[in-house]
C-alpha cells in the first residue's frame, strides 16, 4: 500500500510527535482546563475564578519496533520495522485543543472545551505480511502463518465540544470531596480500517514475488468513510476532514478527593475519572463497511505486491474481488456504521513533599479491545511525575511506562500560562521507541 502506512506513521512520529497527553502538566496543582479534561471533578478546583484556553496542541507516537538511533541511522524503515518475528504495533495521535472557556462559582465549576482528534493505530500486525507486501527482506523460502488475533490498519480524525459541571459535595476545613461530569457531543470526520482476522495459511516467496494462501476461511473487514474513502497513504489524507456533522456522544465522570493543609493548599489530592464512554456514527455518502470471508486457495495464490500502490481500500477490495481472483465472499455491506471511543479509567494521586515540591502517581487503563474493528484504540500507562510549581513558574519530569513503547522520561516546563513539555524527550537521547511534544497557552484570572 504505497510504500505502506506503516513508514507514513513512524516518518510523522518522529518528526515532532505516546498517548499521555500533556504528560505532568495535566496533573499539576495550578488547576485548569487541562486537568479538567483529565478528570471534570477538577472543574471544582479551579485555580482562578475564570480560565480561557487559546490552544493547546499534543503530538505523540508510540510503536514496539523503531527507536530515535534508527531514524539516523541510514537504514530502510521497512526493514526495520518488519524485521523479526515480533508483531508490530504502533499508535499515532494528535490532539488539539480550540478555544475553550472555564468557570468556578462558589463550590461550582463549569466548563466548555473543543478539540480535534486525529488516530492512526497499527495493531498486531505480522511483519511477515508486511515484507512481503512491500517486497523487503524476501527470504525465499515459506513462512507459515496462524495467528487468532485481528491484525488492524485503522486512522480516524474526530471533533469534540465538551460541556462540564462540577460541585464541591463536602467542603470543610480538612476535606474536600468532589464529583464532575463532561458530556461531549462529537463530530466524526473520516474513518479507516483493515481488520485480518482468524488467518491461517503460508506465505511462499520466490524470485518472483511472495504469494499467499489460507489453510481455511479467515474474516475480513474493510471500512471506509469521509476523505479517507479517497485515500489513506498520505500525510494530509487526516487531517483535511476532522470536524464532520453532529451525530455521536460520549461521556466523562470523575470524582476528587482533597486533604487539606493549613494554607488553604493541600497535602494529598487524588482523583478518578473513567473518559470516553460513547461513540459515533459515520454516515457519510461514500462510506462504506463490510465483512468477508477470505479465502485463497494454493492453486491460486495472491501475490502480496499487487497492494503496493494501492491508494485507497477500494481499490484493495478491487484486487481481491478481481474475477481471476475472487477471494472474497461478501456479508450486507453497512452504508451508516458506528465506532467506539477509547474508554479509559484514570487513577492519579498528587503529594506535596514539601511546600512548593510535589510527586504525582498517575495510572491509566484501557477498558476496551484493541483488536475490535469499531474501537478506537487506548494505551495502559504508569507513571510517577516529579514537579517543582514556584508559582509563574513550575518544571516537572514525567517517568511513565505504556504497553506500547516501555519505559520513557520526560521535561516539561511552565511560565505563567504558557507551558511546553513532552513525556519522551531524556530517553529520546538514548533511543526510545517514543517521541511526543506539546505546548499550550491559557489565561486564567481573578
Known amino acids: 500500500m504505497r510504500t505502506t502506512i506503516i513508514t507514513l506513521g513512524l516518518l510523522l512520529g ?3 510527535f505516546s498517548q499521555d497527553h500533556f504528560a505532568g502538566i495535566s496533573t499539576s496543582d495550578r488547576v485548569g482546563i487541562l486537568n ?4 471534570p471533578a477538577e472543574f471544582s478546583n479551579l485555580s482562578k475564578k475564570f480560565e480561557v484556553n487559546i490552544y493547546g496542541m499534543s503530538f505523540n507516537v508510540a510503536n514496539n519496533k523503531i527507536g530515535f538511533n534508527d531514524i539516523t541511522s541510514g537504514k530502510n524503515l521497512e526493514d526495520l520495522v518488519f524485521a523479526g518475528n515480533e508483531s508490530v504495533n504502533m499508535r499515532l495521535d494528535t490532539r488539539v485543543i480550540g478555544p475553550s472557556f472555564a468557570l468556578k462559582i462558589g463550590k461550582w465549576g463549569f466548563g466548555i ?7 492512526f493505530d497499527i495493531v498486531n500486525v505480522d511483519p511477515t505480511i508486511g515484507n512481503a507486501i512491500s517486497n523487503n527482506n524476501l527470504t525465499l523460502a515459506t513462512t507459515i502463518l496462524n495467528t487468532n488475533s485481528n491484525q488492524r490498519f485503522s486512522g480516524t480524525s474526530w471533533g469534540e465540544v465538551g460541556l462540564s459541571a462540577a460541585k464541591k459535595i463536602i467542603d470543610n476545613d480538612k476535606h474536600t470531596f468532589s464529583a464532575g461530569i463532561t458530556v461531549k457531543l462529537l463530530f466524526p470526520g473520516s474513518y479507516t480500517n483493515v481488520g485480518l482476522n482468524n488467518l491461517s495459511g503460508q506465505i511462499t516467496e520466490d524470485s518472483t514475488g511472495a504469494f499467499l494462501t489460507t489453510n481455511g476461511p479467515a474474516n475480513l473487514n474493510i471500512a471506509y468513510s469521509g476523505n479517507l474513502a479517497e485515500r489513506f497513504s498520505q500525510a494530509d489524507d487526516y487531517t483535511k476532514s ?3 456533522g453532529l451525530n455521536g456522544m460520549a461521556t466523562d465522570i470523575g470524582f476528587n478527593y482533597i486533604w487539606k493543609d493549613e494554607k ?4 494529598i489530592k487524588g482523583g478518578m475519572s473513567i473518559r470516553n464512554i460513547g461513540s459515533m456514527t459515520f454516515n457519510n455518502s461514500n462510506n462504506s463497511s463490510t465483512n468477508y470471508t477470505l479465502n485463497i486457495p494454493a492453486s491460486n495464490p495472491l501475490n502480496l505486491s499487487d497492494f503496493e500502490n494501492a491508494n485507497n481500500l477500494s481499490e484493495v477490495e478491487n484486487i481481491l474481488l478481481a474475477p481471476e ?10 452504508s451508516a456504521f458506528k465506532v467506539n471511543l477509547p474508554t479509559l479509567f484514570t487513577l492519579y494521586s498528587d503529594f506535596k513533599i514539601v511546600p512548593k515540591i510535589y510527586i504525582t502517581g498517575f495510572m491509566q487503563q484501557k477498558m476496551k479491545n484493541d483488536e475490535d474493528n469499531a474501537q478506537i484504540t487506548g494505551l ?3 507513571s510517577v511525575t516529579p514537579r517543582v510549581n514556584l508559582g509563574f513558574f513550575e518544571a516537572y519530569v514525567p517517568i511513565s511506562n505504556n504497553d506500547i513503547s516501555g519505559t520513557n522520561v520526560g521535561l516539561g516546563f511552565r511560565l505563567g500560562g504558557f507551558y511546553i513539555g513532552s ?13 511526543d511534544l506539546y505546548t499550550g497557552f491559557r489565561w486564567a484570572f481573578l
Open 14 to 16: 518522529f518528526s515532532a
Open 113 to 119: 472545551t473543543t478539540k480535534a482528534n486525529i488516530k
Open 242 to 244: 476532522v470536524f464532520g
Open 36 to 39: 479538567g479534561d483529565l478528570n
Open 423 to 435: 513525556g519522551s524527550i531524556i530517553t529520546a537521547l538514548s533511543d526510545s521507541k517514543q517521541a
Open 380 to 382: 495502559n500507562i504508569y
Open 325 to 334: 481472483n475472487n477471494y472474497l465472499s461478501q456479508t450486507p455491506n453497512k
Open 264 to 267: 488553604s493548599k493541600y497535602k
